[in-house]
């Protein structure tokens, strides 16, 4: 079993910052292959950042330059950094990592960015 624990969220301004975390536990040795989604209300869950095998990142082309995703192996924890925040970055983030096959999700943290 694994868990993944998201915190972070909240409301901010537009133009404003957060930082997303997510805490991995259970059968979960690596931070390797974490990525961070969002979902806004009636949309689809989306990608927006990834971190691969020797740490190198990926980004959706609408967060790409605002937000940054980073990774603690000892805290077995990723973060999420997310600058000049705009309205239509407000969604649920949820925290995501494939294992042996099996797909695990976070619960999620709210983030409203107003205008």
């Known amino acids: 079993q694994v868990q993944l624990v998201e915190s972070g969220g909240g409301l901010v301004q537009a133009g404003g910052s957060l930082r997303l975390s997510c805490t991995a536990s259970?059968?979960?040795?690596?931070?390797?292959?974490m990525g961070w989604y969002h979902q806004a209300p009636g949309k689809q869950r989306e990608l927006v950042a990834s971190i691969t095998r020797g740490g190198a990142t990926n980004y959706a082309d609408s967060v790409n330059g605002r937000f940054t995703m980073s990774g603690d192996t000892v805290k077995m924890t990723t973060y999420l950094q997310m600058n000049s925040l705009k309205p239509e970055d407000t969604a649920v983030y949820y925290c995501?990592?494939?294992?042996?096959?099996?797909?695990?999700w976070g619960k999620g943290t709210l983030v409203t960015v107003s205008t």
């Open positions: 259970g059968m979960i040795f690596s931070i390797d292959g």
């Open positions: 995501h990592r494939v294992l042996w096959g099996v797909d695990y």
